[in-house]
């Protein structure tokens, strides 16, 4: 006989320890099991034993009963305790599994512990503690690779970005059961993940299941998917049919591999959607992707427009489809694209289709006014063509100096270029003075940087006119470069601080950057701008950071 | 003298304490630190909330046993402020030399007399424990015997307060009756049987702390309680006829209340002599309902083959200044080895002083030599001790696998046989925390075939499988920890 007859018993036996042993006497719950237990038992004594008891328990005085059902549940305990059997079942094939022996296990117990707990749980710091294993190569241990794929599910993007990117890759192949093995083609972002961790450590082996979870995958898993595809070019015929998927992100994400692998039949079915009802649909692939095929496209397709604007033969629809397609050649930092557009300009094309735009009565008439600009930051962006901003910034400069020209972005790249050329002093003599600058917002703190190479190991010098004369003109993140510079400028510093509690709510990264200043340079009012940050301030992030510069932390 | 990461996580108590000496030094608190001129002292001045800064040093005269030491008020050592110490030393800041000042020079001689007279000490109970236990007194004797005397009435009282319990039904323990229990059992103070007062305390914790309804694990304590009661009984009343006798063999001491003093079990020659030891898994056990942390570690003797316990017990409310262990890859070599008096598998071990040396394949094979490869021996040993109520229920036991299969992978269940074809089932158990069996699948065919296995006992009354967990693979080349 087995183990559940005794553990019924016990469970009988259980009840009455909670109602209390002086119910035993004539309990039925244990008095129907005493026969069983006396027929065991004459093959095997301890089940007489206990049947015996059973009796007396079930026979005895309320006084009395309380030790009897303790003796008799002790001897039950220690008869059970030898009971325990096997389990079974039929083997499995296939196993184990392991191709190549598995990394030691030598992390020590303590550290292996908070890593997981670390990967597992949610909290603060933990980013740190998986960075500073990460760099110990602690994630060596296999130990450690449950947790990690747990991590990838991480709700804090940080941790599982940095998990993803940094430290599955480095596993390597003895990970990618693991992670095959739970993944499912309908999850969400965590599972994405975890498809694209697998992709890092075999390309060509994840492929097919690449290609199948395109087919039957849920939507975030498709658009990694198409997203992954893009590295791999033979599949590009394969892509094009999903290019109608019905989900945007799957579409898009199919677009931007399309022209990632250069696919010529997928970058012309793309650029035929424009002249759609579907343009909508492609417009962001173009405008984020680039390839050499999708440039010549693109100057091919602006050309036709070009020649049609020129010939004085345009419509609205045309100038419109020009500067659709002048917008499309951002971000591809293209010589070819350069040259086009500057013959554009040359040529007058860009003012005759600004014209065609303005004469018509559309609200959006304000940004094709900025057809000439958007043209001109195209070129001054890919960096190939400066001495054509310079030169023709300086036939235009009257026109400019003039009130009905706003020249932002020409006299901003005019600014970088020209202080290069001719050096800081004779640019200010001779421009700044002309008043233009005063008038444009274009001149950044961030192209003050650069173009003065301020935080570079070989800076421009300049002189302290171009503060002052900067403090002045309304761009207040500029303040912040000035007051590094001038440290002891008191007005520079009191609008530092000024602009710190303006935007403490609205900014907190550059009110953090302008403490951050402050304390690191041990402002004398430093302690009192912490409480402030720290009471208004809705974003913690940097309280730590911030801390340590108060003046009773410092060393 | 080279302090590293690894050392500094050898000597600190906890994370915590490591972290806090971390941010020490980030934050600049250190306003001086010094080095002799030998490299062994180093010492520092450390910003506290006060005025004045605390000056801590560490001292490694004696490379072995460092001494840590810090005018701070806190009763962790090492405090932070040592761990602080410890860290500028191993990120390489500057230290200046300096000569060992001469409060610690007074106190290196204090310590060294202090050695001689300990290494005396020692030497007396060699000799003591070479002459066996010493002649007591009538006196000695008839004090001893009222002694047993109390600590009998002491245990009709607790098997009173059992009864008491039983007969009440656990059901209808609420707050106050359990109190008025909790007050009966401190009133035991005056028995001389602190062992079976804190399983009592144990006991009522969980009624009240638990009330969900799972009353197995209370039934069970007070079987187990029973249990020691009537032994106890019994060999106490035997005791009486040589009271200076104790039980060497058994728990039985320990579990009524003595607690075992290296001295004792030096004279009861409970020890073996150079021994070397391979940890072969180590975990942290959480018992909530005993308000503790365990740091439990399963060690193999390179001579005998037995596995060892070496057990380290934290309560909660202490935990911050009672260092904790941590895993070893290393071969402990213990001069002196102390094994308390058990009838369990696994005694629980302590020892002094010990040096390392590192593992090597040879070290393996010894290992490998002991594990055991009849199962129905195994089987037998561990029923043996599973029926023992007083001893531990998850008994440990290293064996050599003829085959190992699996019946679920991914750390479900697997099975382990001998060459005879007798089985053990294999899966994991909660009694020994983070466990990754699931690393089994990953075992190379080489690996699987002839393994040797530690594994961890554990019978399940609810669905009847006697199962071990298994707590690392032993090859020829490496540990496998799976804990």
Known sequence: ?555 | MKITEDFIRSVSINDSAMKNGQDLVKKGKFISLSIDEDNVFIAGSCQGSGKTPYTCSADFINEESPVFRCSCPSRQIPCKHVMGLLYARAMEKSFETAPVPDDILAKREKKEVAAVKKKEKVEKLEQAAALGPAEKSAAWKRNAIKKIDTQLTGISEVEKILVNMVQGGLGAMDAKTISSFLALVKGLDAWYIPGLQNEMNELLGLLKSSKDGNWTGKVNQICSLQTLVSRSRDYLEKKKETPEVLDTQTEIEELIGHAWKLEELAQHKLFEDNVKLAELAFHVITEPDKQQWVDESFCISLTSGRVFRVVNYRPFKAAKYIKELDSTQAVVLVPRLFIYPAQALNPRVRWESNTFEDLTPEHLKIIRSFAMSDFAEVLKAVKNQLKNLLVSRNPAVFVKCASLKAIEDRGGLYEARDEKGAAITLRPNSYSGLNFMHLLDDLTIDEVQNACLLLLFDNNVEDGILSASVLCVVTDTRIIRLV
Not at chain 1, 301 to 312: D, G, H, P, Q, V
Not at chain 1, 322 to 346: G, H, P, Q, R, W
Not at chain 1, 451 to 459: G, K, L, V
């Open chain 1, 1 to 555: 006989m087995g183990l559940p007859v005794l553990f019924e018993i016990d469970q009988e036996l259980t009840r009455l320890f909670v109602a209390g042993s002086r119910l035993s006497t004539g309990d039925a719950g244990v008095r129907k099991y005493i026969p069983a237990m006396e027929k065991l038992g004459e093959r095997v004594p301890v089940f007489k034993k206990l049947a015996s008891l059973m009796k007396e328990l079930t026979e005895s005085k309320p006084e009395e009963s309380a030790s009897k059902l303790i003796e008799t549940r002790c001897l039950l305990l220690a008869v059970i305790s030898t009971q325990g059997e096997n389990a079974s079942g039929p083997n499995l094939d296939s196993w184990p599994q392991g191709q190549i022996a598995m990394s030691d296990t030598t992390i020590s117990s303590r550290e292996l512990a908070k890593i997981i707990e670390a990967l597992t749980t949610s909290g603060s710091g933990r980013l740190e503690i998986v960075k500073s294993a990460h760099e110990r190569h602690l994630f060596n241990d296999p130990r450690t690779h449950r947790a990690l794929i747990t991590g990838l599910g991480d709700k804090f993007s940080e941790l599982s970005d940095y998990i993803s990117a940094q430290i599955l890759p480095t596993c390597g192949e003895i990970l990618k059961p693991h992670l095959e093995r739970d993944m499912t083609y309908d999850g969400g972002a965590p599972e994405a993940k975890r498809l694209r961790a697998l992709h890092r450590i075999d390309p060509l082996g994840m492929v097919d299941k690449i290609k199948e979870i395109m087919i039957s995958g849920s939507v975030a898993m498709k658009e990694e998917a198409a997203r992954l595809l893009g590295n791999h070019p033979e599949c590009g015929s394969f892509l094009l049919d999903f290019m109608n998927d019905k989900k945007k992100e799957v579409r898009e994400a199919v677009m931007a591999s399309l022209i990632s692998m250069n696919n010529k039949d997928g970058i012309d079915k793309i650029l035929e959607m424009l002249n759609t009802k579907k343009a909508g649909q492609v417009t962001n692939p173009i405008i984020n992707g680039n390839s050499p095929y999708l440039v010549i496209r693109l100057i091919e397709m602006a050309r036709n427009a070009a020649e049609l604007i020129e010939s004085n033969n345009a419509d609205k629809s045309v100038a419109d489809n020009f500067y659709n397609l002048v917008t499309y050649m951002e971000n591809k930092n293209s010589a070819d694209i350069a040259d086009f557009l500057i013959t554009c300009l040359d040529s007058g094309t860009v003012k005759k289709a600004s014209r065609v735009l303005s004469e018509k009565d559309d609200k959006k008439q304000t940004e094709k006014h900025q057809l000439e600009l958007t043209v001109f930051n195209i070129i001054h962006y890919i960096g190939l063509r400066k001495d054509y901003i310079w030169n023709y910034f300086l036939n235009h400069f009257d026109e400019m100096k003039s009130k009905k020209w706003k020249p932002d972005t020409i006299a901003a790249h005019a600014f970088e270029i020209g202080i290069e050329k001719l050096g800081p002093e004779e640019f200010f003599d001779t421009f700044i003075d002309s008043g233009i600058y005063d008038k444009i917002a274009g001149i950044t703190s961030g192209l003050f940087q650069n173009t003065f190479r301020i935080y570079s190991e070989n800076p421009v010098p300049f002189s302290r006119r171009f503060a002052s004369y900067f403090l002045e003109a309304r761009r207040s993140d500029i303040y912040l470069t000035l007051a590094t510079l001038y440290p002891d400028d008191k007005e520079t510093l009191k609008k530092v601080i000024k602009v710190f509690k303006d935007t403490i709510k609205s900014d907190y990264y550059r009110s953090y950057v302008i403490l951050s200043y402050l304390g690191r340079n041990n402002h004398p009012d430093y302690k009192d701008l912490f409480e402030f940050y720290k009471e208004k301030s809705p974003y913690k992030y940097y309280l730590e950071e911030l801390e340590t510069y108060l003046p009773e932390n410092r060393g």
